[in-house]
């Protein structure tokens, strides 16, 4: 956790792999948290957007992860603010009558799981569908139509689909009318919810180029999404740096009411994902000049916003 005692390089910056590790340790060491907990997110805990604006490159700044995590056998949830900078567990909340996010690896155990199941298997094979060209797509319930019985569990709901070849798109044809309800913390299966039986129409449902047995073309320009319309009122660019690698962007408009609107106060862009070009342009008579920017994202321009340059 080195990089904790040293100047991060911006306080928005996300995350670093050490500080997720560093989160996760404190959180074992101080709450006992082990393999019988899941956690849904470890992320940044933004500083206030005053601090934000008042940092200069070489402050100190105080970095903080905000967690959210539950007891896979309880089914507890719980919110935790570590300070990474002084090593220190600032707060633990538990969150009662809430389901965090499905994580990736949850959505890929579901399919796993309901895959192998001998109960869900047969449903499939009784409808005419074969079990291996389905997709599982898992959903979290709103707890307001979440069936009472199960209301204390990580409850999930599974819509199924089913490929019409190996390869194909896996959302072409909808099982339509069999569910599934999962406890996500266990993969039991709670319930086969049988409805209607609509079938399989026939459609075309394959876009990949070699489904289709057409060649990708090769002729694709980039797309030039451009503003070149004056806004109504101004937009200044105060800040506007490229320092390591970053580029960091901050956006105002002033209205023709004059009311002013910060629409963006810090932004960043990866050094690999961007070029940058600056148009200076002369404002009609009795008017100020503008600036066109633009910024080319992994090779496609994208308009940011037009207006009067910052001095």
Not at 225 to 235: F, H, P, W
Request: some cysteine; charged content about 25%; overall charge negative.
């Amino acid at each position: 956790m080195e990089r904790n005692r040293l100047m991060a390089p911006h306080p928005l910056d996300s995350l670093s792999a050490a500080e997720i590790e560093g989160t996760s340790e404190l959180l074992s060491r101080e709450k006992g948290i082990d393999s019988g907990w899941r956690y849904a997110s470890i992320m940044l805990r933004e500083p206030a957007k005053t601090e934000v604006k008042a940092w200069r490159e070489g402050d100190p700044i105080v970095r903080r992860s905000f967690s959210v995590l539950w007891n896979k056998q309880s089914n507890e949830v719980y919110e935790a603010v570590v300070n990474l900078s002084d090593q220190t567990l600032e707060s633990w909340t538990h969150v009662p009558g809430v389901t965090p996010n499905f994580t990736v690896d949850e959505y890929h155990d579901c399919d796993h799981a309901l895959h192998a199941n001998a109960e869900v298997r047969a449903a499939l094979e009784q409808r005419g569908v074969d079990p291996d060209r389905v997709l599982f797509d898992l959903w979290t319930y709103g707890r307001e139509v979440m069936p009472e019985q199960w209301r204390d569990r990580r409850l999930g709901w599974v819509d199924i689909w089913m490929r019409a070849t190996p390869d194909g798109n896996p959302y072409a044809h909808p099982v339509s009318g069999l569910k599934i309800i999962v406890d996500v913390n266990s993969m039991e299966v709670l319930a086969i919810d049988e409805g209607h039986d609509l079938g399989m129409p026939e459609v075309d449902a394959e876009y990949v180029p070699e489904l289709r047995g057409i060649e990708p073309r090769t002729d694709l320009k980039p797309l030039d999404i451009e503003n070149l319309e004056k806004v109504a009122g101004t937009c200044t660019f105060p800040r506007f740096v490229q320092k390591g690698g970053r580029l960091d962007v901050e956006i105002q408009c002033t209205q023709a009411n004059g009311a002013r609107t910060t629409l963006l106060y810090a932004g960043t862009m990866g050094k690999q994902a961007y070029d940058v070009t600056v148009d200076q342009k002369s404002g009609e008579k009795g008017q100020p000049g503008y600036a066109a920017i633009r910024l080319r994202v992994y090779g496609k321009r994208l308009g940011l916003c037009q207006g009067q340059p910052a001095a």
